[in-house]
């Protein structure tokens, strides 16, 4: 079983910077993409950046040039950096993840709990 665990989420104020980590455990043989989405209330999840294996990413439009997102595969680990942030950006952050769990298995995407980051005054 595997399981991701998000960490680092709170109150920043306007301006201010955050960072978000998520490590996944349990049974990994290989992890395709790690990253990020979030969810506003009254809003549709959306993609905040992924890492694909070879440490390249891609990012929502929205945070471009804000965020920087980055993995460490020897910790399994995906983190997000968030600067300049603005209230718009208060959201629950969820880490997900594309694991294969056994030799020729199928890739499964995971998701974390979440972790609320809240950009306010």
């Known amino acids: 079983q595997v399981q991701l665990v998000e960490s680092g989420g709170g109150l920043v104020q306007p301006g201010g910077s955050l960072s978000l980590s998520c490590a996944a455990s349990?049974?990994?043989?290989?992890?395709?993409?790690m990253g990020w989405f979030r969810e506003a209330p009254g809003k549709q999840r959306e993609l905040v950046a992924v890492?694909?294996?070879?440490?390249?990413?891609k990012y929502g439009d929205s945070v471009k040039g804000r965020f920087t997102s980055s993995r460490d595969d020897a910790k399994n680990t995906v983190y997000l950096q968030m600067n300049n942030l603005g209230p718009e950006d208060t959201a629950v952050y969820y880490c997900?993840?594309?694991?294969?769990?056994?030799?020729?298995?199928?890739?499964?995407?995971?998701w974390g709990q979440g972790t609320q980051v809240t950009v306010s005054s």
């Open positions: 349990g049974r990994i043989i290989n992890i395709a993409i």
């Open positions: 997900h993840s594309q694991i294969r769990s056994d030799f020729g298995g199928a890739w499964v995407t995971h």
């Open positions: 890492v694909y294996k070879d440490g390249s990413a």
